[in-house]
């Protein structure tokens, strides 16, 4: 059983900062990627950003040069600094990683940009 929690969500107003970090309950060494996902209200949810245990990096299109995902193999964390923030980055955020062939969620946490 691999627990996530998310933390450091909150409101923010266009153009400002947020990080994001996941704690995990097992060494993240033995995760082979992890990533962050979101869903905004009425919407699927998609994948933000995904960083390998070599430490490359992936991120979506509307995220690209203004998130950066980082992880912490001594604390076990996996961190996403959200800068220039938009409106549209208004979503809960979640925290996931596979685990032999079982996929597991943190419970999100919310993050609101007001204009």
């Known amino acids: 059983q691999v627990h996530l929690v998310e933390s450091g969500g909150g409101l923010v107003q266009a153009g400002g900062s947020l990080r994001l970090s996941c704690a995990t309950s097992r060494s993240i060494f033995r995760f082979n990627t992890m990533y962050w996902h979101r869903q905004a209200p009425g919407k699927q949810r998609e994948l933000v950003a995904a960083?390998?245990?070599?430490?490359?990096?992936n991120y979506a299109d509307s995220v690209k040069g203004r998130f950066t995902i980082s992880r912490d193999n001594a604390k076990n964390t996996v961190d996403l600094q959200m800068n220039s923030l938009k409106p549209e980055d208004t979503a809960v955020y979640y925290c996931?990683?596979?685990?032999?062939?079982?996929?597991?969620w943190g419970q999100g946490t919310q993050v609101t940009v007001s204009s």
């Open positions: 960083i390998t245990l070599s430490g490359s990096t």
């Open positions: 996931h990683t596979v685990d032999y062939g079982i996929g597991y």
